[in-house]
Structure formats: C-alpha cells, structure tokens
C-alpha cells in the first residue's frame, strides 16, 4: 500500500501522528528544520530552535534553559518518530523527511506543528527510518541544543529512545484497538529493529512494549513537575542543578 498523497491515513492515528501537507499562507512564511537546526537563518524568528526552547520554558514555567531544551527536543523527537514510524508501519513506505522540506512552526502549541511540502515516497523499512530520523534529524537537532544549552549527550540519545518507544506504544495501542495486527507487527518489529542501532540500544531497556530508560529528561526539575513512566528514577532525586543529565 503507497504513500496516500495528503498522508491522510495518519490522522486516525493522534495528533502526534499527524503531518500536514499543505501550508496555510495567511499565516506567512514558517521556516524548514533545516533553518531551524542552524544550517541558515530564518527571516522570521531569527532561531527558531532558541525561540522554541524559549517557549517550552516559559509554558512549563522553569527558569532552566537546559531543562526547557531537553523537554522541546523530546517533543520534536516524538512527533518525528512518530510520523515516520506510523506511515512504515501502515503502509510499509516512508515519506522523504528531509529538513529542508518539513516546516515546523516553533510557536505553535504541543505537539509541534508539522507539515512537509513535497511526499516523496521512500522505503519504509528500519533503515529507511533510521536514515530519516536518527541521522536526517535527531544527530543535527542534539548537536544544536549541546551547542546553546550544554545538554548532555545521554540524556538527548535518552530522549530519542524515549520517544521512539512512545510513538510505538501508540501506534500498538492503535492497531489492536483498531484490529489491525499486522500494522501492530510491523510497528513492533521496525521498533526492535531501530533499537538495535547503537545510539539507541544504550538508552535504556526495550521489552515488547515498554520501555525503561537510563537517563533522565529532567521533568522532574519542571514546577509540578514529576517523574515520567519510563524514567530511570523510582523517585525524583534531591540533587544539584547538573545532576541526572547523563
């Protein structure tokens, strides 16, 4: 089964699944992934990475920019992996996620807004996604916030893998609520698959569906904040500010 042209199939699947793929002009020009990870200037925000950052941070109200970082990149790194692990799991192709041809409005609420401006069908298998993702966004996207906020290496990998395993719960929740188990069999085997990679086999422990990682994102430091589900902290520890960023 082919790429749909509006990638339309994903929408069943949550707001973090979906990606748009036409742009609303009245809303002006939004600048690519690839301006936003530092490759060129945006003319409108400057730096959009930064700005987002900014945005994260003044929502969650933390007054920690590496905290506020960590929390904008594990959102951008769940919807990525799940858009593209979605279109391989349901139809076995992958749309090409180049940064150049994603737009990504850095202002908008959560789950970031998205949207591709080309469907270039490509192969939807584990390297395919790996190609896509783990190389085609998250390495530039890390070395951007290790750069401006001194977040640690760990906990960013920790953060893909987190992610990764996210989008893959969903989407198993998905097909057997939706009686598509050989959706969920392939979403369960490209996961396996991904985790395989080195980068991300380290960040933590993947058995069937869950998933426990070994770092921390830092919520826990967020006001009202806490310990996520797959943390690898049974309670948040009382510690300096550098603490559990590895």
Known sequence: MDLDPDLAALRALGGFFVLRTAEDSARGRIPTLAESYGQAKSDVYGSPLTFRVEVVGQRLRTR????????????????????????????GRLPDLEPALLRWDAAAAAPDDLWLTEVRPLPGDAAGLTAAVLDGHLRPLG????????????????NAGSALAGAARELD???RAAGRTDVADRARTLTAELFEHPLLSATG???????????????????????CGDCCFTRPPRSSPGAASG
């Open 173 to 175: 929740r998905w097909a």
């Open 64 to 91: 920690e920019p590496r905290v506020a970082a960590s929390i904008a990149h594990q959102g951008l790194a769940a919807r990525l992996w799940s858009v593209a692990l979605g279109c391989a799991a349901l139809h």
């Open 205 to 227: 422990t993947l058995t069937g569906t869950p998933f426990r990682r070994r770092s921390c994102c830092l919520y826990y430091r967020v006001p009202g904040g806490g310990l």
């Open 143 to 158: 070395e951007a916030l290790r750069g401006r906020y001194g977040v640690a290496t760990g906990l960013l990998w920790g």
